[in-house]
């Protein structure tokens, strides 16, 4: 497997994960029609010519996927019971088509899971990075990790 097992983790450990992603215009057109969100932000650009930011953003449900998931082939593939949750998830900044995002990980906490000995859980912190370093997303997901097969 390409990801680490609970006991390969370590606190303060950070991924500075190689893919990095474009987010072209119709990725943002199908996140927002296929979760059926139809705020003009997304999808109206002559809306958008009358806004701070005069263009669509990207659907900030985008953002929070494509940071998670670029995370997971470095720290979680094939290692992962379940995702317990996110929080404190943050977009400072906003992304547009064209964009191209790389993504860091970050360990923040290890825990022995109290109901399931073969496993533990670990809070990952994910931060999104467009092009010029600025930091336009983050937050914290939790999840229960399988231990190395004895």
């Not at 072209?24 to 927002?32: A, G, K, P, Q, R």
Request: proline content about 6%; overall charge negative.
């Amino acid at each position: 497997m390409a990801g680490l097992y609970f006991e390969e983790f370590s606190v303060g450990q950070t991924f500075d994960h190689p893919i990095r992603r474009t987010i072209t215009e119709t990725d943002n057109v199908l996140i927002s029609t296929l979760t059926h969100n139809p705020a003009p932000l997304h999808l109206d650009a002559e809306y958008m010519k009358g806004t701070e930011f005069g263009k669509p953003i990207i659907n900030s449900c985008l953002t929070l996927a494509l940071m998670v998931g670029i995370s997971i082939n470095d720290t979680t593939l094939g290692t992962t019971v379940a995702n317990l949750g996110w929080d404190e998830v943050r977009f400072p900044k906003p992304l547009f088509p064209g964009d191209t995002i790389h993504i860091q990980t970050e360990v923040l906490e290890l825990r022995e899971s109290k109901s399931r000995p073969d496993n533990g859980i670990v809070t990952f912190a994910h931060r999104a990075f467009n092009q010029h370093d600025v930091l336009v997303g983050e937050c914290k997901r939790t999840a229960l990790m399988h231990k190395k097969p004895k």
